[in-house]
């Protein structure tokens, strides 16, 4: 893994955070909310995770 591979892991992650701070800034922390921000941190960070973090054969 090179440093290009972290500098846009970490890009990703900030702007991840930044969208979740929006949207709990502007509708407040209730259990859809927290249902919305696991849901997305899902959607964006396993297939992140399964494509630079893995080994190639499938394994950590």
């Excluded at 990703?12 to 969208?19: F, I, K, V």
Aim: net charge positive.
């Amino acid at each position: 893994m090179n440093g290009y591979v972290i500098f846009r892991a970490v890009c990703l992650a900030l702007l991840w955070l930044a969208l979740c701070w929006l949207m709990l800034s502007t509708r407040g922390f209730n259990a859809w909310t927290l249902f919305v921000v696991i849901v997305s941190g899902v959607l964006v960070f396993v297939p992140v995770y399964k494509k630079y973090f893995r080994d190639r054969n499938g394994k950590n």
